[in-house]
């Protein structure tokens, strides 16, 4: 019989994305590009006839899941702990304004050093470990030969994904950004799930990402 396959989505472009600033979970909705690219990338993902449809319950993680639930009749069952990463205090700041006021903290990153965003925010480790509990919760709503589809974040995505298919920390990063409704499709094999679809579906788009 034919395993259970995991189709991780990233939401749809926000007006934070476009303007580069750090959205972590603060709740800022689609602007009408990511509402047109929702919909655009529902009705390719509706070909695969998903059994379940599971969001993130920040909004834009919600609207993006919410169309195709539209095409599909399908209810979507919110998980929180498919949210991105909480940025706490760097919330709105863009990339810009990061490096110039916290050049420690850069350098830190840069050297691959996992520290706690905003002061009172979350680490790397810490979103992936709840990121890959959301999606294995995820699989668990499918029986084999089933798709579920889980909409999800940037950051979230990457790091959950990673976890999932075993890969260590120190090659997280050797898995690219995801552009603003890109999916990846992860199936189980011989020694657990692997990735077998990455960054699918709407590329040449540009990363719009605050991953980083």
Same mark, same amino acid.
């Given at each position: 019989?034919?395993?259970?396959?995991?189709?991780?989505?990233?939401?749809?472009?926000?007006?934070?994305?476009?303007?580069?600033?750090?959205?972590?979970?603060?709740?800022?909705?689609?602007?009408?590009?990511?509402?047109?690219?929702?919909?655009?990338?529902?009705?390719?993902?509706?070909?695969?006839?998903?059994?379940?449809?599971?969001?993130?319950?920040?909004?834009?993680?919600?609207?993006?899941?919410?169309?195709?639930?539209?095409? %599909?009749?399908?209810?979507?069952?919110?998980?929180?702990?498919?949210?991105?990463?909480?940025?706490?205090?760097?919330?709105?700041?863009?990339?810009? =304004?990061?490096?110039?006021?916290?050049?420690?903290?850069?350098?830190?990153?840069?050297?691959?050093?996992?520290?706690?965003?905003?002061?009172?925010?979350?680490?790397?480790?810490?979103? /992936?470990?709840?990121?890959?509990?959301?999606?294995?919760?995820?699989?668990?709503?499918?029986?084999?030969? =089933? %798709?579920?589809?889980?909409?999800?974040?940037?950051?979230?995505?990457?790091?959950?994904?990673?976890?999932?298919?075993?890969?260590?920390?120190?090659?997280? =990063? /050797?898995?690219?950004?995801?552009?603003?409704?890109?999916?990846?499709?992860?199936?189980?094999?011989?020694?657990?799930?692997?990735?077998? =679809?990455?960054?699918?579906?709407?590329?040449?788009?540009?990363?719009?990402?605050?991953?980083?």
């Amino acid at each position: 019989m034919t395993a259970a396959r995991l189709v991780v989505w990233r939401h749809g472009r926000t007006s934070w994305n476009f303007e580069g600033k750090f959205q972590g979970q603060t709740d800022i909705p689609l602007d009408p590009v990511g509402i047109e690219q929702a919909r655009a990338a529902a009705a390719r993902l509706a070909a695969l006839r998903p059994a379940a449809i599971v969001s993130s319950d920040l909004q834009r993680a919600a609207q993006t899941a919410a169309e195709l639930a539209r095409l %599909t009749g399908l209810e979507v069952t919110y998980d929180l702990d498919l949210r991105e990463i909480d940025v706490g205090s760097w919330a709105g700041m863009t990339r810009e =304004e990061f490096r110039v006021r916290f050049p420690d903290i850069q350098a830190r990153g840069d050297a691959g050093e996992d520290y706690r965003r905003g002061g009172d925010g979350e680490t790397v480790a810490e979103l /992936a470990e709840r990121a890959e509990k959301g999606l294995r919760r995820a699989i668990d709503l499918v029986r084999d030969g =089933e %798709t579920v589809v889980a909409a999800c974040h940037g950051l979230a995505m990457r790091v959950g994904i990673a976890r999932l298919v075993g890969l260590p920390a120190a090659y997280w =990063e /050797a898995l690219g950004g995801l552009s603003n409704c890109s999916w990846v499709v992860c199936e189980p094999g011989r020694r657990g799930w692997r990735i077998v =679809e990455w960054n699918a579906g709407t590329l040449p788009e540009p990363v719009l990402s605050d991953d980083r």
